[in-house]
């Protein structure tokens, strides 16, 4: 019996059982998933680009990655100073690297949205075209994360972009800041200031299909625009299309191309900024519509001059047109600066009228070109641009008519 019972197996005890807790399986075979996915995660955080371009300083733009902090024992970093009232030196850049604001912020507003109305002050200071006023524009600018280093931080400035289609209409609530026809005064100013080269013919487009208002916000907006020197389509727009040829045009032709802009006293204000420009070109070509030909300005203010003085049936106007009419006789008159100025502008003027029928034909203008004359002598009637001076025009005026 004792070898049999050493030999006889050990059963288990069976112990009693108690229901289980489904919520408890599930919670334990979740842990034991997330034990199994651990390492994908790790893997798929090491591979991500935000991870490796950080781990690249050499290939980071400035301002878009933060940089390991300096350790607290080899120096005290400015952004780690104990008074919440210490400057600390920020740089902004634009997206192009080209610095547009240095300035010395407190540690306290570094990171609340005081820092926005320190970067625009500077920036207004030091650029007159700088938008300030247009705050929904302002809405839309966005800064990246700073870049701390031992002498201050970096960061860069980000603009929203800029549609500018003379074919479509204004608008900038949706997200997208489109400029174009019936745009705003402010919404134009923006355009100015942050339009390429190539986006600034489409800005002198969507300017002549405004037209001309009676607000005199408008009107100083849009002559401030046109008199900057920073503004360079003025002389020549390329891309003008006509019956499927392509023409060269000017925004003097474009402004011109309606003569009922003349009722407005606006648009004697855009003019008198456009004669106002050093780089004032009178022999650059356009298309006219009125003469449906490719002419000068010169030749174009010519044409405009004789049919507004003669009374044209479409040039009837509702206003005194002695400063339209003074405003295009100066542009015939711009010679270059050279000796014996008068007589080049005689003769220059007395070319542009003997190649214009409607003062062939009409003997009355003499008339009214020579009194237009002596008013352009008289400073008092109209201010005159800076290539005119009331000596030269009084000698052009009794030489006009003498070959």
């Known amino acids: 019996q004792a070898i049999w019972a050493q030999d006889e197996p050990v059963l288990p005890v069976e112990k009693p059982t108690t229901p289980r807790n489904p919520a408890r399986s599930r919670a334990a075979m979740a842990g034991s998933q997330q034990a ?11 591979n991500c680009p935000y991870r490796r371009a950080r781990a690249s300083p050499e290939y980071r733009l400035p301002g878009w990655f933060p940089c390991p902090r300096t350790p607290e024992a080899l120096t005290l970093c400015p952004w780690d100073h104990p008074s919440l009232d210490y400057l600390l030196p920020v740089c902004v850049h634009r997206l192009s690297g080209r610095k547009c604001a240095e300035i010395q912020v407190p540690r306290r507003d570094l990171f609340s949205r005081v820092f926005r109305t320190y970067v625009f002050d500077f920036m207004a200071e030091n650029d007159p075209d700088f938008p300030m006023h247009a705050t929904w524009y302002l809405d839309k600018v966005k800064f990246t994360p700073f870049v701390f280093q031992e002498s201050g931080a ?3 400035v980000v603009f929203p972009l800029l549609d500018i289609d003379d074919q479509k209409f204004g608008s900038h609530q949706f997200g997208q800041v489109v400029i174009g026809r019936w745009s705003e005064p402010d919404a134009l100013l923006v355009a100015f200031y942050a339009a390429s080269i190539e986006q600034q013919a489409s800005l002198a487009r969507c300017i002549a299909k405004l037209g001309v208002s009676s607000s005199e ?6 002559a401030r625009i046109v008199s900057s020197p920073k503004f360079t389509a003025v002389n020549c727009l390329k891309g003008f299309a006509f019956k499927g040829v392509e023409h060269d045009t000017t925004l003097y032709h474009l402004l011109l191309s309606n003569p009922k802009r003349w009722n407005y006293l606006g648009f004697s204000d855009v003019f008198q900024a456009l004669l ?5 070109d009178v022999s650059c070509l356009g298309w006219s519509w009125a003469k449906y030909d490719t002419v000068s300005v010169a030749q174009l203010c010519c044409f405009e001059w004789c049919a507004i003085a003669g009374k044209a049936p479409n040039r009837w106007l509702w ?3 002695i400063v339209p009419r003074l405003c295009l006789l100066s542009i015939c008159l711009h010679v270059p ?24 034909k009409k003997r009355m203008l003499k008339k009214t070109l020579l009194r237009d004359l002596h008013l352009l002598g008289n400073d008092e009637v109209f201010p005159l ?16 008519f003498i070959k």
Do not use: H
Request: aromatic share 6%; proline share 7%.
């Open 36 to 46: 199994v996915d651990a390492p994908l995660v790790v893997l798929v955080l090491a």
């Open 154 to 156: 970096i960061c860069t």
């Open 217 to 222: 916000t408008y009107s100083l907006v849009v």
């Open 276 to 280: 106002s420009r050093e780089d004032l």
């Open 319 to 321: 206003v005194n047109d």
């Open 337 to 360: 600066q050279q000796p014996k100025r008068p007589a080049l502008m005689a003769k220059q003027l007395r070319a542009l009228l003997e190649k214009e029928p409607l003062f062939v």
């Open 385 to 400: 641009p800076w290539f005119l001076n009331a000596a030269d025009v009084l000698a052009a005026a009794g030489l006009v």
